[in-house]
């Protein structure tokens, strides 16, 4: 059984910057691509970037592309979000998911997901 554990949320003003790390355990990290995904109140689970399981190969929504940056550290057994220049649309409740798959997109590629940790951007 995997578990995943985020941590790192808050509340930002616009503009500025935050990093959520996720940390796993029980199953072996190394050889999972990591997701990360962010659900806004009555909205879908949505994708926001995966990284594969070594480090080489990074996906992202183009929503997120050029101000978020995952990255990885598999010796920590961590994956970590950092997200710049943030907007109040970035609003949402962000989870990491595991172990991904040949396409890291969809929701469905995923069978492990953390509690979930609060991003709050105001204007």
């Known amino acids: 059984q995997v578990q995943l554990v985020e941590s790192g949320g808050g509340l930002v003003q616009a503009g500025g910057s935050l990093r959520l790390s996720c940390s796993a355990s029980g199953g072996t990290f190394s050889s999972y691509t990591m997701g990360w995904f962010r659900q806004a109140p009555g909205k879908e689970r949505e994708f926001v970037a995966a990284?594969?399981?070594?480090?080489?190969?990074?996906y992202y929504a183009n929503s997120v592309k050029g101000r978020f940056t995952i990255s990885r550290d598999n010796a920590k057994n961590t994956v970590y979000l950092q997200m710049n220049s943030l907007k109040p649309e970035d609003t949402a409740a962000y989870c990491c998911g595991a172990p991904g798959g040949r396409n890291p997109c969809p929701v469905k590629v995923y069978t492990y997901w953390g509690q979930g940790n609060q991003v709050t951007v105001s204007s």
């Open positions: 990284i594969s399981y070594s480090g080489a190969h990074t």
